[in-house]
């Protein structure tokens, strides 16, 4: 069984992809319009928000994870979770000294 | 003989080289936020000193350039070469905008002296210098995977002209695109982290 028909039945289309771009744009506006609001301490918070959710559309639509099977979805959410306790266990560190 | 082909197995192999990326990258996301609760007063000051017009204009040349390698792989499954190579150039067009921009923000703040050891930056205080080292070291390791990704796209481009990245075998395009995103991602972070903390 080649490629194609491996993935014609569930492979996106142009459609979808340009639909992805739009709304990263608009995330995009979004997020330098909100940075120019003082917010404090919350200005960091919206823009990680707001880069996570583009984050995941890029991870879910572009790179076709959400097309993909079990195992490869749950190897990448390992990953993110092992970036997440890394992040996590240096600030337990950090914030305590 | 018959050709051993192995898909799903060439794209998670792509995916495990990936989360090497995301740890190297996320090791130096790990400093910057560290610093960045130390400095959090030096941080915003000397974010201030980037230029957002041009950090936004890269971020949609970017998330662009990523759009087309996403449709050039939905082009080649739908038996167009031609799609496929169009959309690969318009990548690696954006691709180079990217890059000119990048050269024209560091040059300029390289000539106002403000890099590791300049004139300007040594005499700051020590989050500023800490700030702008992170944002060379961070910038420009990601401007290389630009350039490394433009490399792979050139490859896939040729085997594609040549006929071994096929309609039915078409996973070094779909590869190739996964590290493209990869270089998309990590600048969906750096952009707010160093343009928009101000």
């Known amino acids: ?97 | 003989m018959t050709e051993h082909r192995d898909y799903q197995g060439a794209k998670m192999g792509m995916w495990i080289f990936l989360f090497t990326e995301i740890l190297l990258f996320g090791g130096l996301f790990v400093l910057y936020s560290v610093t960045l609760g130390r400095y959090p007063t030096e941080f915003h000051e000397a974010s201030k000193l980037l230029d957002v017009t041009m950090g936004t204009t890269n971020t949609v040349v970017l998330i662009t350039s990523s759009l087309f390698a996403a449709l050039s792989v939905v082009g080649l499954q739908r038996g167009s070469r031609k799609a496929a190579k169009v959309f690969i150039l318009l990548t690696l067009v954006l691709a180079c905008c990217f890059l000119v921009i990048k050269y024209f923000e560091w040059s300029h703040k390289i000539h106002a002296g403000i890099y590791p050891g300049g004139e300007a930056l040594t005499q700051w205080e020590p989050g500023k210098q800490a700030f702008f080292g992170l944002y060379y070291i961070m910038t420009g390791l990601h401007g290389l995977h630009v350039i490394i990704g433009m490399g792979v796209f050139l490859w896939v481009w040729t085997r594609i002209a040549v006929g071994t990245c096929t309609p039915e075998h078409f996973v070094a395009l779909e590869n190739a695109g996964l590290y493209w995103h990869l270089v998309d991602l990590i600048w969906i972070y750096l952009f707010p982290l160093y343009y928009l903390i101000t």
């Open chain 1, 1 to 97: 069984m080649n490629e194609n028909e491996q993935t014609k039945h569930h492979a996106p289309g142009y459609g979808l992809f340009i639909g992805v771009w739009a709304a990263l744009m608009v995330l995009t506006s979004v997020t330098v319009e909100v940075s120019t609001i003082h917010l404090g301490f919350l200005n960091v918070v919206v823009a990680m928000t707001i880069a996570s959710v583009k984050a995941s559309l890029v991870v879910f639509f572009f790179m076709h994870l959400k097309y993909e099977n079990r195992t490869l979805k749950t190897m990448v959410l390992v990953a993110f979770v092992i970036l997440a306790i890394f992040i996590g266990f240096t600030f337990f560190d950090t914030a305590n000294r």
